[in-house]
């Protein structure tokens, strides 16, 4: 079997060009789209990391953190995860509210990559405004 060959025949120029550039199947994730919100564990998590860090200040481990939490949260009672669960379940209906605004402005159209909540800096914002640089200015 020389020459690039298989039991199927020659290879195929053609399925070799179509793999180098950009995958045809996958998606541009879109940056203004919101975050999903955080489980009850994490909303735990959150709060365990900083304790479990001032408790073990030579850890430098993040498996170490993630498995104490792990076993911690498996130890609470219903009672105990009660506030974190409350506190998900806030978070969660705030990021259905935001993803129907957000489902509103694609249905209708409108750009999200420019709105006033994007997370370019005021300076970038007015940079752009105003509509060059200081540098194309100084030419005169």
């Known amino acids: 079997m ?7 025949g020659p290879k195929s120029t053609d399925s070799r060009l179509k793999t180098r550039g950009k995958k045809a199947g996958k998606k541009v994730k879109d940056p203004n789209k919101p975050k999903r919100p955080p489980s009850a564990f994490f909303v735990f998590l959150e709060g365990f990391r900083k304790e479990f860090n001032l408790a073990n200040p030579d ?3 993040v498996g170490a953190v993630g498995k104490a939490a792990g076993a911690k949260w498996k130890s609470m009672t219903d009672e105990d995860k009660a506030p974190y669960q409350e506190k998900a379940a806030t978070k969660k209906s705030d990021y259905e509210k935001t993803m ?6 694609l ?3 409108t750009k999200t990559t420019g709105d ?19 540098e194309e200015e100084d030419d005169d």
């Open 59 to 61: 850890n430098k481990s």
């Open 100 to 105: 129907k605004q957000y489902n509103l402005k």
């Open 107 to 109: 249905a209708n159209g």
């Open 2 to 8: 020389k020459g690039g060959e298989t039991k199927a």
């Open 116 to 134: 006033d909540d994007s997370d370019k800096s005021k300076s970038e914002v007015n940079d752009e405004e105003l509509g060059g640089s200081e």
